[in-house]
Nanobody, 123 residues
């Protein structure tokens, strides 16, 4: 497994932008597919976006397509979540997740998780 630490959460106005970071340690980062999930209080965690270990393939939830991107920087052991045109319904705790090689949208297939970072969007 790889250790993950998220950062960059905070308060932003609707329509604004925010960039989350996830820093990995403990294993060769370049061999891991990375993903972001989010969870609101009382709700199940839901898939946001994922990127393959090569960076060549990405997936996005329909709710964030065209607004969010997931760049990765293997030299820095980081993956980011660039969030633009934020909406109040994007307010959640955002989690970074990792698994070897292939990116999926299935939460149960990720075996490394960060502790999450809170994103609040004011209307």
């Amino acid at each position: 497994q790889v250790q993950l630490v998220e950062s960059g959460g905070g308060l932003v106005q609707a329509g604004g932008s925010l960039r989350l970071s996830c820093t990995a340690s403990g294993r060769p980062f370049s061999t891991y597919a990375m993903a972001w999930f989010r969870q609101a209080p009382g709700k199940e965690r839901e898939f946001v976006t994922a990127i393959s270990w090569t960076g060549g393939n990405t997936d996005y939830a329909d709710s964030v397509k065209g607004r969010f991107t997931i760049p990765r920087d293997n030299a820095k052991n980081k993956v980011y979540l660039q969030m633009n045109s934020l909406k109040p319904e994007d307010a959640d705790v955002y989690y970074c997740a990792a698994r070897r090689w292939i990116a999926t949208m299935a939460e149960y297939q990720y075996d490394s998780w960060g502790k999450g970072t809170q994103v609040t969007v004011s209307s």
